[in-house]
């Protein structure tokens, strides 16, 4: 069995502001930063054999206090990264609903294959993205306890993975900044041991 501990970075202005953060480079906010320093407290005494992170600074920062605890270094895979919003990145939904209908539209119903114009990616893009990256990893670590810092989209998928959920389904389930996530993967079976666990923050 693969045991992989996935976590969401911490808070950044963005997310207080409800903006589309997707690829662009932000760094943690004052609480954030926070936040990074007791999610890495979390992990003492952990026996991990390899710490990844996403490239982007937000997830970067979260996993270097993580990367001091473990005595790990950090990996970076731009893999991991936020799925790309395209023209909507930095805007919230309001705006887009204001000057991207066509956005606004595929937003609301969640469509797996629109991307948005400039470079977008679109749901299903991001999955196969996502998963493969993780399938290569599950496949270096087989049997060995990994930690993997990335986005809030891209646990997204995972959970979908998990639980067997399209990507048309509505998102019913939490995935909290700094919050962390533990996922089994025995012979290609994925199951959630823990998921949003933010009980460090608190």
């Known amino acids: 069995m693969t045991r992989i501990c996935f976590v969401r970075h911490g808070e950044t202005d963005w997310n207080v502001e409800l903006r589309l953060q997707g690829q662009m480079d932000l760094a943690l906010n004052a609480k954030g930063e926070a936040q990074a320093t007791a999610v890495g407290r979390r992990f003492a005494g952990l026996a991990a054999s390899a710490l990844y992170s996403s490239d982007l600074l937000r997830a970067r920062q979260t996993a270097q206090p993580i990367s001091e605890v473990l005595h790990l270094p950090m990996t970076l895979l731009q893999a991991l990264r936020e799925r790309h919003f395209g023209r909507c990145e930095g805007m919230t939904l309001d705006e887009i609903a204001h000057q991207y209908e066509e956005d606004a539209h595929a937003i609301a ?83 959630i041991e823990t998921w949003g666990d933010d009980s460090h923050l608190r």
């Open 109 to 191: 119903t969640h469509d797996p294959d629109y991307a948005s114009p400039v470079g977008g990616e679109s749901r299903r893009q991001h999955q196969v993205r996502v998963l493969d990256c993780i399938d290569r990893l599950v496949q270096e670590h087989e049997g060995q306890t990994v930690v993997v810092v990335t986005h809030g989209g891209a646990l997204d998928i995972i959970y979908r993975r998990a639980r067997g959920l399209p990507l048309q389904a509505p998102r019913d389930y939490p995935i909290p900044n700094a919050g962390i996530n533990w996922i089994a993967i025995d012979h290609g079976q994925w199951s």
